[in-house]
């Protein structure tokens, strides 16, 4: 199915971003570069970006869902500096086998998991 114009703009709004950013946040950025996009829509269209892989999304520490086009294919999981937001994505094999382990454990199976360690980062110590 080919892309819609509105998620053709919602992917490049968000790849241009620098961070995470809230849907509200985008909403707003895309409204000030001119496009005509609903808020509900660009909600819609990070959901399914994220599904597909193509946005992280991860929960700060109040529970707000955040975004961001996802620099890396493979399944990661985020270091988040609680101060200023800085992020860097890190991979976690043990984090993996555990998931897989405990899965298996309790019968579950079709597993999924995310992973965000909340800390302070080296500028802001």
Do not use: N
């Amino acid at each position: 199915m080919k892309p819609t114009r509105q998620q053709v703009a919602v992917l490049a709004a968000i790849a241009a971003m620098d961070g995470f950013t809230s849907a509200q946040a985008l909403h707003e950025a895309m409204r000030r570069d001119g496009h005509s996009v609903g808020l509900t829509t660009v909600y819609r269209h990070l959901i399914a970006l994220a599904e597909a892989g193509t946005v992280d999304v991860l929960r700060t520490d109040d529970g707000e869902a955040v975004y961001r086009h996802c620099a890396q294919d493979e399944h990661h999981h985020h270091l988040v500096c609680r101060q200023c937001g800085a992020t860097v994505e890190v991979t976690g094999p043990e984090v993996e086998s555990w998931a897989a382990s405990v899965a298996r454990e309790h019968g579950f199976t079709a597993v999924s998991h995310t992973l965000e360690v909340f800390g302070v980062c080296p500028a802001c110590s």
